[in-house]
């Protein structure tokens, strides 16, 4: 087997007390016969399984770490906040702190509130845009992914028709649909929910047209739904003011995660002037929703982020990886497709529907050094230097040769 004696001592333990070994999006059994399901340590751009193998790391724990694993400024402000308590009986004022840099990043945001992933940020904005118009219907794209709670899970099992009964379905970049669904809502729209691009598992990424997002903003205008951007998975990767900023189009909230906080658990919601007073009508928290120490380390992440150099570093880095990439599988005669932003990328193979090659590609990379997904988005971060890429790529080209046709 190419699985280290510990990651498999460990398998067999985590299956007698964590049921399948593993769940959710970090279960390798559902992409790989390769990756460790285990994982020791990170530094920079490179993280260790409990067998001592160290990986360049294309994943950055899927999404969070954009400075880097253990970035130093980050992990200063953690031990000091954790120096002087993390879950205290009122809120830190480092929560004030960082929501006033929040709101002086993104455009968007007159107010900033604070939870813990991605599904409590999308959540929240539901919750927020229910409480604010009176109405209950959701429109949102078919097949995106804004958690894993009932309203918006894609898996059925658990999950009832009335939990999603108010969903309305439209297609990413499919303006007439959104109109369609609209119309379907009626006078009982609350909210448009949009990613600021379809990045869906298991299909090429898709960039959302400018008209696209233009015509939602002035849909949710025209009929009073609030406009949220789930920014959960773009947000501080591609433009620190908020992935529609570059196109103008700007969202009556939005939700933040992943990313925000350099890994530690962090999410948040961001919204207009409009909307402040609905959020005190709601009733929304969490034990652990304003502990210190993520907070620090958002504060922390985000200064780091407005000195201006990590976000073009991805940009230019991830272009290296995209033309190193382009040219292996030329090289070795293999069709890919690259699609997304280049700090994001998705790498797929022509007429690969079932995914095979991608597998045999992302197991062959994993066994030479290079922690990747074959059916997810990659995630760069600005501890890749050009050279961290030039060493992927010295990998990849051997992952190419192995599944050349
Ligand atoms: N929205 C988007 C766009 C996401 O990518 C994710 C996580 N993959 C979520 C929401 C949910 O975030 P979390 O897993 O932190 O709850």
């Not at 699985?3 to 007390?17: C, I, K, P």
């Not at 099992?157 to 649909?177: I, K, R």
């Amino acid at each position: 087997t190419v699985l280290g004696e510990r990651e498999l001592a460990l398998r067999e333990r985590a299956r007698q007390v964590i049921p399948g070994g593993m769940y959710g999006h970090m279960s390798v059994q559902a992409f790989s016969a390769a990756h460790p399901q285990f994982m020791a340590s990170g530094d920079g751009c490179r993280v260790t399984d409990t067998d001592g193998r160290t990986y360049l790391d294309l994943m950055c724990g899927w999404g969070p770490v954009v400075l880097g694993h253990r970035h130093p400024g980050v992990t200063a402000a953690v031990l000091d906040q954790l120096d002087r308590g993390d879950c205290l009986d009122g809120t830190s004022p480092v929560a004030v702190e960082f929501a006033e840099l929040l709101v002086d990043t993104i455009p968007s945001a007159d107010w900033a509130m604070f939870c813990k992933n991605g599904s409590d940020a999308t959540t929240t904005s539901v919750t927020i845009a229910r409480a604010a118009t009176g109405k209950r219907k959701l429109l949102v794209a078919h097949g995106a992914y804004h958690g894993a709670v009932p309203w918006c899970s894609l898996r059925g099992s658990g999950v009832t028709a009335e939990d999603q009964a108010h969903l309305v379905h439209y297609e990413y970049n499919d303006l007439a649909s959104a109109e369609a669904a609209a119309a379907e809502a009626g006078d009982d729209l609350a909210a448009i929910v949009v990613c600021p691009m379809r990045h869906d598992i298991k299909r090429d990424q898709e960039l959302v047209d400018p008209a696209f997002a233009r015509g939602l903003r002035a849909l949710a205008d025209r009929t009073g739904a609030v406009l949220i951007l789930d920014d959960v998975r773009c947000g501080f990767r591609l433009d620190l003011g908020g992935s529609w900023e570059p196109l103008g189009v700007r969202p009556d909230l939005s939700a933040w995660s992943k990313a925000i906080a350099n890994g530690q658990a962090l999410g948040a919601v961001t919204g207009v002037e409009a909307l402040r007073d609905a959020v005190r009508k709601i009733y929304v928290t969490g034990s652990f929703w304003t502990a210190a120490v993520p907070l620090a380390a958002g504060l922390a992440t985000l200064t780091e982020l407005r000195n201006g150099v990590a976000l073009p570093a991805m940009a230019r880095t991830g272009a290296r990886l995209r033309e190193g990439l382009a040219a292996q599988a030329a090289a070795h005669g293999v069709e890919i497709r690259q699609t997304g932003p280049v700090q994001m990328p998705m790498l797929s193979f022509a007429g690969d529907e079932d995914f095979r090659l991608a597998t045999a590609f992302a197991e062959a990379a994993v066994q030479r050094g290079v922690y990747l997904h074959p059916w997810h988005n990659w995630f760069l971060s600005a501890a890749h230097t050009d050279e961290d890429i030039d060493a992927i790529l010295a990998r990849t080209d051997d992952a190419f040769a192995a599944v050349r046709p």
